[in-house]
């Protein structure tokens, strides 16, 4: 069974992403594309030649959710949550498991 991950707050405006072991990252830039322009954007990883591109975030077709999409799974987290965390009013949210199928 995937493990529930966490979205948290990184230095200059980055958004953490952790799953299991893993870790990824939207950058700043990345996530006022998502949030305000409706945008897919890239879920990075740091690796020993820079970053790398590990997945992808959107919107759901709502517009009430964010998808992640990563090789560690794939999980939703509600809008208000995600922006919470983005503006640092909270320390951290749960990402919720997707189930396989369906991508809301």
Same mark, same amino acid.
Request: aromatic share 6%; charged share 15%.
């Given at each position: 069974?995937?493990?529930?991950?966490?979205?948290s707050?990184?230095?200059?405006?980055v958004?953490?992403? =952790?799953?299991? &072991?893993?870790?990824?990252?939207?950058? #700043? @830039?990345?996530?006022?594309?998502? !949030?305000?322009?409706?945008?897919? %954007?890239?879920?990075?990883?740091?690796?020993?030649?820079?970053?790398?591109?590990?997945?992808?975030?959107?919107?759901?077709? =709502?517009?009430? &959710?964010?998808?992640?999409?990563?090789? #560690? @799974?794939?999980?939703?987290?509600? !809008?208000?949550?995600?922006?919470? %965390?983005?503006?640092?009013?909270?320390?951290?949210?749960?990402?919720?498991?997707?189930?396989?199928?369906?991508?809301?």
């Amino acid at each position: 069974m995937m493990e529930p991950g966490t979205l948290s707050p990184g230095p200059d405006g980055v958004l953490r992403i =952790s799953v299991e &072991a893993e870790r990824y990252r939207i950058d #700043a @830039g990345d996530i006022r594309n998502l !949030l305000f322009y409706g945008r897919v %954007v890239p879920i990075t990883q740091a690796a020993a030649d820079g970053l790398v591109i590990e997945g992808h975030a959107a919107m759901n077709a =709502s517009g009430k &959710a964010v998808m992640l999409h990563t090789r #560690a @799974g794939s999980f939703i987290i509600p !809008l208000i949550s995600f922006q919470r %965390v983005a503006r640092g009013e909270a320390v951290s949210a749960p990402l919720f498991p997707l189930v396989p199928g369906v991508t809301g």
